[in-house]
């Protein structure tokens, strides 16, 4: 599972970062890193992630305006995007809603359904 | 051995630069090689020897029988030998060069000996710290689990209505999040509460997932010293009889007590076939946490049902209390109900709108009750004083009942059932739209009641023209919309009941 795919995330709290890369290295991903929505937004450029891992709430630029962002590249070369926050409000549900392969999810996470959420993705992306 | 980026980079350029390649393997094989071109035959040999150097655990070279010169040293992790590192001559034309020869001279145990004791120690210590940086993380993995499947289920505990439905959630959260084969609960006196969700291997090793629960569950020793603690583990079934029997295949097994001060309500379980894994101190916190709070609310739950059934007599005995005064109307409250309530469902008022009417209609008279029975019995000839004692009955019910919270959303239906669309009615004299439209409802089923059912004050007529009378008043008396719906549920309904009835 994980071959070759690489995975991108992004959050400013190590700790996240350091589960979340465990995991997926764990499972065979790729894993890249960025501590903030400027930094992740270049790496997307840059490293073409499968699949990105990102917070709302972040310094400098925030998941949102990154996802809306980024969601029109998704139409050449499609990527999961996992947004992870602390509290869903119907405003997040609605923009994510707008985004393609775009999916929510609540934090404090569990690791576990994470990597599902991503197993899936590319389970069903290859099929 | 996992991989070790940066010391792996390390051998590789120390490899380019000194005439020795290098290797780690472990027991599983070769984990890294200097050498991309390594030959076949050549890594058997050396597999050999890496076997050599790990199950003796020592320092170990070859380097003077002839061969391709090979040295290597164990790499240990603690007291635990984790794999070795090999070095060997990478020149096939050094191999048994003379002692004399103008090569750099280090190929001997003297130089190597130190060289890679230092580099296997090098080795074990970048291990030993991945391995510790990686268990943390894991340890910081299943604790974000277990923050995660917390907030999860105290969102599902927050919600006040207790439900099957929610344990059968909660018990799925369970299963899902703690990753287990197998999550119940498990009510001896409520059953209607049991709730099991098995993940698909189980399904496939157990048939009857019930029975198996409900089993799991009788083997529990009565002595178990860890039941003052309101649990009870089995770590290997395997190993314990009584569980032994329960399955061919081992499982672990983690039941707690569902119970809160003296009350026991039933058990909590959860069962795994993966034994690789074991239950933790943090996942039996959690679950007896959630056990005692799910005993909590069942305990709320038989309150509230109390309560209901005792608002439920009480009613029941005040309605008996009007009819045992008014023996012309026995019957009308629970009458006038019934009609309000087929109107109800056809105008498709929503569960709790159904609700609210379903108590102010069998209590809309409840104020007779303040009216003398002289007065309520009197067959004809009311005169003006004794008339208005009557129609303060409306009001009188919504003082009585003013004092009981749970019934304050039907006391408008009961204080307006009187009043009349073209404003004439009592006590308020209010018109069309400022009646409150439950109280529209009433005053049809009350009025039609009225007419059907032999009152002191007038004889008994057909339904059919009770029906004629009503359209008469619908805009003046009655709501036009709600006869309407009257009418439908007459025909629908009502009709053949009474011309069943008419002959008796």
């Known amino acids: ?127 | 051995m996992r991989r070790m980026d940066q010391l792996h980079g390390f051998l590789s350029s120390l490899s380019s630069l000194i005439p020795l390649d290098f290797q780690i393997w472990d027991a599983d094989g070769l984990v890294y090689s200097s050498d991309n071109g390594a030959k076949g035959s050549h890594l058997t040999e050396q597999q050999a020897f890496s076997a050599k150097v790990m199950n003796q655990a020592i320092y170990q070279s070859n380097s003077h029988n002839g061969q391709a010169p090979m040295f290597g040293m164990p790499i240990n992790y603690g007291q635990e030998v984790i794999g070795s590192l090999i070095a060997s001559g990478h020149n096939a034309h050094l191999v048994g060069r003379s002692e004399d020869s103008p090569q750099p001279r280090i190929y001997d145990d003297k130089r190597m000996k130190p060289f890679l004791t230092h580099l296997a120690g090098l080795a074990g210590e970048t291990w030993a710290n991945r391995n510790e940086i990686e268990a943390v993380a894991e340890e910081l993995s299943l604790s974000f689990e277990d923050l995660s499947l917390y907030a999860r289920i105290s969102t599902h505990m927050r919600s006040l209505q207790f439900s099957e439905e929610m344990l059968k959630a909660l018990v799925k959260e369970l299963q899902e999040t703690l990753r287990v084969d197998l999550a119940f609960i498990e009510l001896p006196d409520r059953e209607e509460y049991n709730a099991i969700v098995a993940g698909r291997e189980l399904q496939e090793r157990v048939s009857d997932q019930e029975a198996f629960a409900h089993n799991l569950i009788q083997s529990i020793p009565a002595q178990a010293p860890s039941l003052e603690q309101d649990y009870f583990i089995v770590n290997d079934s395997s190993t314990m009889p009584g569980y032994r029997e329960l399955h061919p295949e081992p499982y672990r097994f983690l039941a707690v007590r569902v119970a809160h001060d003296a009350t026991f309500d039933g058990w909590l379980g959860l069962v795994s076939f993966k034994l690789e894994e074991h239950f933790r101190q943090s996942e039996l916190r959690l679950l007896q946490s959630m056990a005692k709070q799910i005993s909590a609310l069942l305990a709320n739950v038989d309150l509230y049902h109390e309560l209901e059934k005792f608002v439920i007599n009480m009613v029941k005995s005040l309605v008996f209390a009007i009819e045992a005064k008014d023996v012309y109307t026995r019957g009308h409250s629970e009458r006038v109900n019934r009609y309000a309530m087929l109107m109800a469902e056809r105008l498709q008022l929503d569960k709790t709108q159904q609700d609210i009417l379903n108590w102010a209609s069998i209590l809309h008279d409840i104020g007779k009750i303040g009216v003398p029975g002289s007065i309520l019995n009197k067959p004809a000839g009311l005169n003006e004083e004794e008339f208005n004692v009557i129609k303060g009955h409306s009001k009188k019910g919504h003082d009585i009942l003013a004092p009981l919270e749970q019934l304050a959303s039907c006391l408008p239906g009961i204080l307006h059932h009187h009043e009349r669309v073209d404003g004439k009615g009592y006590p308020h004299g209010l018109k069309g739209e400022e009646i409150p439209f439950l109280a529209r409802i009433i005053a049809v089923a009350d009025t039609f009641d009225a007419i059907t059912s032999n009152r002191a004050y007038r004889p008994a007529k057909a339904a059919e023209k009770a029906l004629a009378v009503i359209k008469e008043v619908a805009g003046t008396q009655l709501d036009p919309k709600v006869v309407k719906a009257f009418k439908e549920v007459f025909e629908t309904t009502l009709k053949a009941e009474f011309e069943t009835s008419h002959d008796e």
Not at chain 1, 14 to 35: C, H, N, P, S, T
């Open chain 1, 1 to 127: 599972m994980g071959n070759n795919k690489k995975v991108l995330v992004i959050d400013d709290d190590a700790q996240i970062r350091r589960v979340v890369e465990l995991k997926l290295r764990k499972r065979g991903y790729d894993v890249v890193m960025a501590m903030n929505g400027e930094e992740g937004l270049q790496m997307i450029d840059s490293e073409r992630p499968d699949a990105i891992v990102t917070d709302i709430m972040m310094p400098k630029l925030d998941g949102e305006t990154l996802c809306k962002q980024t969601n029109h590249l998704k139409k050449q070369r499609p990527f999961l995007t996992i947004v992870m926050t602390n509290r869903i409000s119907p405003n997040d549900r609605n923009w994510v809603k707008e985004m393609q392969d775009t999916e929510l999810m609540e934090k404090p996470f569990s690791p576990t359904r994470l990597l599902g959420c991503i197993d899936e993705y590319f389970r069903r992306s290859e099929s």
